[in-house]
């Protein structure tokens, strides 16, 4: 038997592919995870837990179901109303409409109107003033203006949304005008979250920094960490429907982002100010026949190199490349062959390259075709009509995800969007390379990539959203020879867990349903004989008369449960949720699918990222879109990864001492975590499930908290196989931990192996948290099986935790 004593100096390799596990031989084993979620590879080899997202706004809704303002047309009477006038002032009604009458503030008219609403719900409030201004307030109560202070409008149609914060809400319309102002329409409805959005950033400068919410139809902005408003968000009119967001393409010059997409004529948007923003259709000079004259002629990239705006790639002339003259942007005219003319040019190949991107790089204009990559320069001096030589660098094909600069290097997904190449000069072949940057760990961008940020500050990392929702990055720097992949689950689950009865009469005795809770625990039920008599035992139910009635007594058992709490949305269906949700989904294993077909809760879903500078511009900022279920209802917020905090969907407190924390409207109904104390240091506090969009605590007020969706953060080690001295290695051998020693520094709370680490020691005063801890944890009560050789550290709890490396004492028995 021997005495080993491995160590994993750093983390350098990400998460590794499971086809290479054993693989000894790889340079990069001993740097690699089996598992790495919710936490990063530092460029200095350590890891890091990644922030937590801050809640910033819900995404646009659209209004739906039935019409919820009683009498909001006025067609005979203003029945419904309550008259909140104030001295002389009235309202009355006038034919399809109501009449505010005011004299001046002393004397003026109120109308306002109760509503019962949902607590979190997200609502569309529409209205029309037919003559003179009218002021909009909502509040909980009346005259209340807790949801939206009191605004002017004019006349016109207005359309607002708002967040529900009681079951009550008042709707207030008054004016102080000496006049009659008409209100004509009220109408109100529930907003449902049907449509992804996604992020572009536009970045003027490390001040003036926003990012857009492109949706459906629309355009909202978002700057400083919060979304910019004037009585209610500031909204742009688009043509893009949200099956076209993910093509579209974007480059940006001061103020004004130029905008390509094959279904639509070139555009630009253009800021005036924070408030203030244009979108118009380009009106070219001198466009040559072909270019964005009408349909299948429109551009689907553009790009600036070299002081001229590029174009490429139209349906009709799918490898055609459009320059402006130089210096001026929108002038597309050819010319004569001057050197600063308009440029037309067409790839040459052998088979059809549908070009899918242009970007401008130090090596040149770089273009991605469906068949390659290529290389458009001037030879030896600035690209010019006579001049342009465009060279085929590489022959892997690209798809449509907008590539990024880093560095001097390119990265973009190969055409199948499974692979990040990283393309980049290679002096042994006096060209650009692609080597694949997923080679080690092919598993983590698996189903495809769909968007992709980078953030340059504090640390290099490039974010991706993959096809299913999910978040992963990579810690790329070339320098230092590190790339290291890991998956981000985001807090919180999308989608319902449920139960849909067919087929009732051949409902087995014994079949099972196997609920795996969020916690990882299960429960399971189990049908008994058929029959209107209550179960035998605990966890039984029965199948009996009807496919519905069946669910009914799916209903009742399940129920019955402590953990669960179950509805019946339809006749035959049964949603469950658990009553005391933790980090993680339940879902739900049936040994029939055909006649209890199941569905599980899963991860919250991703949809789009993007990087702007910080509010102080001292470091990046990672902007995501993200669909969750709340309440059992699909909600789409825009958050962005504060690295402050460590809860999901969270907000941040800071005030007077307080128990009790509101303000969580979007969470109604979930669990959430919470960590108090003062500015320097925080407690963790019992988990609470938002309630009239707050939560409390017990004990004496804190000054600071933040309150929001839990996620866990995970790293599994590799078994330890290493090559022996003598040829072969340990791989298949026997082996045992004696000890582990794991380097920390600024962490509190960790779990190895489902075994608490203590942090507390005897000097810290028994009324405050523990310090954050940097060393070493020397762990020799080893509480799992030490032939358990790979080793799994979580943090739980919503702190920081940075690992520098892991060391141990390890026995090989030869």
């Known amino acids: 038997m021997a005495k080993v004593f491995p160590v994993q100096t750093n ?82 009604h006038s034919t399809n409409l109501m009449n505010i009458v005011s004299a001046d503030a002393s004397n003026y008219g109120w109308a306002e109107e109760q509503i019962t609403t949902v607590i979190g719900q997200r609502y569309v409030l529409g209205f029309v003033i037919g003559t003179g201004a009218i002021s909009l307030q909502i509040g909980n109560s009346s005259g209340g203006e807790q949801v939206y202070t009191s605004t002017e409008f004019a006349v016109g149609t207005h359309t607002l949304e708002f967040t529900a914060q009681s079951t009550d809400t008042y709707m207030g319309w008054k004016h102080t005008t000496a006049a009659t102002h008409t209100l004509d329409t009220v109408t109100l409805k529930t907003g449902d979250f049907d449509k992804k959005v996604r992020l572009v950033p536009f970045e003027f400068s490390t001040t003036q920094a926003y990012i857009l919410e492109f949706g459906n139809l629309f355009i909202r902005v978002y700057k400083d960490n919060g979304q910019i408003q004037t009585a209610g968000p500031v909204e742009i009119t688009t043509p893009y429907l949200e099956a076209d967001l993910l093509g579209l393409k974007f480059c940006q010059s001061a103020d004004t982002l130029y905008i390509a997409h094959r279904g639509y004529a070139p555009r630009k948007l253009t800021r005036s100010s924070h408030t203030s923003w244009t979108l118009t259709t380009i009106s070219f000079s001198g466009a040559p026949s072909g270019f964005a004259g009408g349909a ?15 174009w490429a790639g139209s349906n009709d002339n799918p490898q055609t490349i459009w320059a402006s003259k130089s210096g001026d942007f929108e002038n597309m005219a050819v010319g004569t062959g001057a050197d600063d003319d308009a440029i037309e040019f067409a790839l040459a190949a052998s088979q059809v390259n549908v070009i899918q991107w242009l970007i401008g790089s130090s090596a040149g204009l770089l273009v991605g075709t469906v068949g390659g990559e290529f290389k458009l320069t001037g030879g030896t001096g600035p690209v010019t009509p006579t001049n342009v030589q465009v060279i085929p660098e590489t022959r892997y094909g690209s798809n449509n995800v907008s590539p990024i600069e880093a560095g001097r290097a390119v990265l973009y997904m190969q055409r199948a969007g499974t692979k990040l190449r990283e393309l980049a000069f290679n002096l042994d072949v006096d060209g650009l390379v692609a080597p694949d940057m997923t080679i080690l760990s092919e598993h983590i961008t698996a189903g495809g990539i769909v968007d992709m940020a980078y953030q340059k500050e504090p640390d290099t990392l490039v974010w991706l959203v993959r096809a299913d929702g999910t978040l992963i990055n990579v810690t790329y720097e070339r320098d230092q020879n590190v790339v290291a992949w890991a998956r981000h689950p ?33 429960v ?89 500078p910080s509010v102080d511009g001292l470091s990046d900022e990672v902007w995501i879109s993200v669909k969750r279920t709340i309440n059992q209802t699909t909600k789409r917020f825009v958050e962005y990864l504060n690295p402050a905090i460590y809860v999901d969907s969270g907000l941040t407190y800071s005030g007077a001492a307080a128990t009790t924390f509101s303000g969580l409207e979007h969470l109604e109904g979930e669990r959430v975590q919470i960590i108090a104390g003062t500015s320097t240091s925080k407690a963790v506090y019992p988990d609470a499930t938002v309630t009239g969009g707050s939560v409390s605590i017990t004990g004496n007020g804190r000054t600071h908290a933040y309150i929001g969706l839990g996620y866990e953060t995970t790293l599994t080690t590799l078994s330890p196989e290493f090559e022996l001295a003598g040829g072969g290695s340990t791989v298949g051998l026997k082996k045992a931990w004696n000890r582990i020693q794991v380097n920390v520094y600024q962490t509190v709370g960790l779990t190895i192996n489902d075994q608490d680490i203590i942090f507390r020691i005897t000097s810290d005063l028994l009324d405050n948290p523990p310090p954050q801890f940097t060393g070493i944890k020397d762990i020799t009560q080893l509480g799992w099986d030490p032939e358990d050789l790979e080793l799994t550290i979580k943090q739980k709890q919503g702190l920081p935790m940075t690992i520098l490396n892991i060391t141990g004492d390890l026995s090989v028995h030869q």
């Open 11 to 92: 983390f350098t390799a990400g998460e590794f592919s499971p086809r290479l596990l054993g693989r000894v031989d790889v340079a990069k084993y001993s740097n690699a995870l089996k598992t790495l979620e919710n936490a990063y590879v530092l460029p200095h080899g350590g890891l890091k837990r990644r922030g937590g997202s801050h809640f910033i706004a819900q995404s646009k809704v659209t209004a739906s179901g039935s019409e919820m303002m009683p009498n909001g047309t006025f067609t005979s009477d203003i029945s419904g109303w309550t008259d909140k006038s104030v001295g002389s002032g009235s309202i009355a």
């Open 296 to 310: 299948d002629e429109y551009p689907a990239c553009v790009t600036f190199f070299e002081e001229r705006l590029y």
């Open 490 to 522: 985001i807090g919180g689950y999308f989608g319902n867990a449920t139960i849909t009865v067919t087929d009732y009469t051949n409902i087995a005795v014994g079949t099972t349903l196997v609920f795996t809770k969020s916690d990882g625990t299960t």
């Open 524 to 612: 399971t039920f189990t049908s008994e004989a058929s029959g209107g008599t209550a179960p035998s035992a605990d966890n039984g139910w029965r199948p009996n008369e009807s496919n519905d009635t069946t669910a009914d007594n799916l209903f009742t058992a399940i129920n019955a449960h402590a953990d669960f709490t179950v509805s019946n949305p339809a006749a035959n269906v049964v949603t469950i949720e658990e009553t005391a949700h933790k980090v993680g989904y339940l879902t739900i294993v049936s040994s029939d699918t055909t006649r209890l077909a199941v569905t599980d809760e899963g991860n919250a879903v991703v949809e789009s990222a993007a990087c702007i």
